[in-house]
């Protein structure tokens, strides 16, 4: 069965504090990796899509990256208004389009 | 560009009631999907439409649960009768042609079965 796991939880930052959060998957033939974000009360919010295995998107303070087993993503020097619950989900060749989510890291950047 | 939009944001039923959700897809966007987080869990897939024909329901829980796409635009969710375990938060999405793997999500609605 396909599993993605995330890593830490939760996690407490200091404004400009930089970090990384964790995604690990065991999936048979990974077609995508997606991060996402959330706000309390709203939906996922799209990120980034990853394909391959030493693939890497930026994105203001945000920098994900891929390898054959997991994904990081690298908050820069964050800002308050980055707090928020990360989202890692895979999608998988021999399902569809369904997305296998992971279960969040909550992010709460303190100024 | 008006998102994923759902309605209601919040439902409150009885056990044993009737529910039906709505999602409102981006336009042109042929891909819908159907999502739920329940409590303490993570977002678990439900099923997908393209157009108005359903490519997979496997993750459709029971026969409680229908689903439908007339004419390819919105769609419904509806339980009916309602369980407790049925609380949560239910998520559409939908994706375009293309680009299928890349899904926008609504704000959800949050059902809670008392």
């Known amino acids: 069965e396909d599993q993605v796991t995330q890593s830490p939880e939760a996690l407490r930052l200091q404004e400009g504090e930089s970090s990384s959060l964790n995604c690990s998957y065991t999936v048979s033939g990974l077609r995508g990796l997606f991060w996402y974000r959330q706000d309390p009360g709203k939906g996922p919010e799209f990120l980034f899509t990853l394909y391959s295995a030493g693939e890497e998107k930026e994105k203001e303070r945000l920098k994900a990256t891929l390898t054959k087993k997991e994904s990081f993503l690298h908050i820069t020097a964050p800002k308050p208004e980055d707090s928020a619950t990360y989202l890692c989900a895979v999608s998988v060749k021999a399902a569809g389009n369904k997305l296998t989510f992971g279960g969040g890291t909550r992010v709460l950047v303190k100024p | 560009e008006a998102g994923v939009t759902q309605f209601p944001s919040h439902s409150v039923i009885e056990k044993g009631q009737t529910v039906t959700l709505r999602c409102d897809p981006i336009s042109g966007h042929d891909n819908l999907y159907w999502y739920r987080r329940v409590m303490g869990k993570e977002i678990k897939f439900l099923l997908h439409?393209?157009?108005?024909?359903?490519?997979?329901e496997s993750g459709m829980p029971n026969n409680r649960f229908l689903a439908e796409r007339t004419g390819g635009t919105y769609s419904t969710l509806k339980v009916q009768p309602a369980e407790l375990e049925d609380s949560g938060v239910y998520f559409c999405?939908?994706?375009?042609?293309?680009?299928?793997?890349?899904?926008?999500f609504g704000p959800g609605t949050r059902l809670t079965v008392t």
């Open positions: 999405a939908s994706s375009q042609p293309g680009r299928d793997y890349e899904q926008y």
């Open positions: 439409f393209v157009k108005e024909s359903k490519q997979d």
